[in-house]
């Protein structure tokens, strides 16, 4: 297969006026409702786009039918913001699923920003019997409004409100501990050189990379690495094939002390929040949101078993692997990224 064959499946448009707002589809929600067949068509759910796999093997979908979501071992949300809620259905079938104790083996849930915050809200409202954080998670996103022209000294006690939301304290130590379910969060890391540059001059060199990365989609590895905050005692090894390679992918355990300053780091948009200076476990650094690396999919799963599934708000359109991408609507992901992934 050639390399630079893509596949048209997903795009998310940028908030131009910087509000954050949860904009619901009622009919979008219900696309992975718990009474709908992931093969299941119509003109009020997404389609489902299967892996190159299960195009190829029927014994593949077989499987996926009679398994449902518990076919997949890896669900992605992408760094969408507020648009990516529209896919919460999946929320529910899978509360739904484990209630029944239909998930079998460890289940990863990845992402950076928006993603990270709702997978993380999700493992909080299964191990409490009283809560449900991704509702509250939807109501905070509903109440946010960041002006163009607020400072980030507005936005910060918004965001960790925020951050405290999803991750409860009294919630902590089961979130990072589940029997089934494990967290990898993606946070962009500046490179040492650039991270004591003042915003105008971080600027320039954000702009000179975006560029670079219109010509050559290896620019953004001179600009950042890629850190993989895990939960559990298995490292994520599968991710390590993913922007800029395996020299490029740092693995950093997520524990109770980081915990809000991973979320702070994996959603901080420059310029707009406060800078993200250190990370316990990971050190001093200028991180940035994970999006910068990973704002889809920007990771091959060549490993058969690591069946992934992609949440995707609009699954019509391209599938971006960095912000950058997104923001030009220039490069879309091989189709070689999706042999073992899916989108629906």
Not at 106 to 121: I, P, Q
Not at 237 to 251: D, H, P, Q, S
Request: charged share 20%; with cysteine; hydrophobic share 35%.
């Amino acid at each position: 297969m050639p390399k630079t064959e893509r596949i048209r499946s997903h795009t998310v448009k940028g908030n131009k006026e910087a509000r954050y707002r949860v904009q619901t589809n009622c009919a979008q929600r219900r696309c992975l409702s718990t009474h709908r067949q992931l093969t299941d068509g119509g003109p009020h759910f997404f389609k489902f786009i299967p892996s190159q796999c299960l195009r190829i093997h029927q014994t593949e979908r077989q499987s996926l039918e009679s398994a449902d979501l518990d076919y997949f071992s890896i669900y992605i949300a992408p760094a969408s913001g507020p648009s990516g809620l529209t896919t919460t259905g999946f929320e529910s079938r899978i509360k739904n699923l484990y209630a029944k104790s239909k998930l079998s083996g460890t289940k990863w849930l990845v992402g950076s920003s928006t993603g990270a915050m709702r997978f993380m809200a999700l493992i909080g409202s299964l191990v409490s019997t009283e809560r449900n954080l991704t509702e509250e998670l939807m109501k905070h996103y509903c109440w946010m409004q960041y002006n163009a022209g607020d400072t980030p000294q507005i936005l910060r006690p918004m965001m960790d409100q925020l951050y405290r939301l999803v991750a409860p304290p009294d919630l902590m130590s089961d979130i990072l501990t589940h029997p089934q379910f494990r967290l990898a969060i993606i946070v962009s890391n500046i490179r040492d050189s650039y991270q004591q540059l003042p915003d105008w001059a971080l600027r320039a060199v954000l702009g000179c990379y975006a560029v670079g990365n219109l010509v050559n989609e290896r620019a953004l590895t001179g600009l950042c690495e890629r850190i993989v905050f895990y939960s559990g005692d298995e490292v994520p090894k599968f991710l390590a094939n993913g922007f800029g390679g395996e020299n490029n992918t740092r693995f950093v355990k997520l524990v109770k002390e980081n915990v809000y300053e991973v979320l702070h780091g994996t959603t901080c948009i420059p310029f707009v929040q406060e800078r993200c200076e250190s990370i316990p476990g990971a050190g001093e650094g200028l991180y940035l949101d994970g999006a910068l690396t990973d704002y889809m999919l920007n990771v091959q799963f060549t490993d058969p078993s690591h069946r992934a599934l992609l949440l995707s708000d609009q699954p019509t359109s391209n599938v971006y692997p960095t912000a950058l991408d997104a923001m030009f609507r220039w490069r879309t992901v091989p189709i070689s990224y999706l042999e073992h992934c899916s989108i629906g």
